[in-house]
């Protein structure tokens, strides 16, 4: 799972990606409800050939359970850290039978690392 909070840098890796023909899904504030739980059950899926799930961090903070991840990464972590919880609780959920890594990318020497160290 990759989280963002920012729509434009799911853009971004979505372009990378397709070029590179890696196979991902995609949940973000624009997709529709029906939609959302059709792409939840095909990463869940464990004949899906699906590796990754890029997500909005607020469009899917809250109600999915993806028990299909064994890796979360918090691209640009939030300032409320209640919110990346939320994110990474996706992983968490009843049915999970791996282990899970949780990777949080931060900029060194920024404002970004020293909240991180705040939190």
């Not at 959302?36 to 990463?43: G, L, M, P, S, T």
């Amino acid at each position: 799972l990759v989280f963002s909070q920012s729509t434009k840098m799911l853009d971004i890796m979505e372009k990378v990606f397709k070029s590179d023909d890696v196979s991902f899904l995609r949940i973000d504030g624009k997709t529709a409800e029906k939609s959302r739980q059709q792409k939840v059950d095909a990463f869940n899926d464990k004949e899906s050939n699906v590796d990754i799930m890029l997500l909005s961090t607020k469009a899917a903070g809250v109600g999915l359970t993806l028990n299909g991840a064994d890796r979360a990464i918090i691209f640009d972590p939030s300032w409320n850290p209640s919110t990346d919880a939320q994110a990474i609780d996706r992983c968490y959920r009843i049915g999970q039978l791996k282990n899970v890594t949780v990777y949080r990318m931060i900029c060194a020497g920024t404002v970004e690392e020293k909240m991180y160290e705040k939190q």
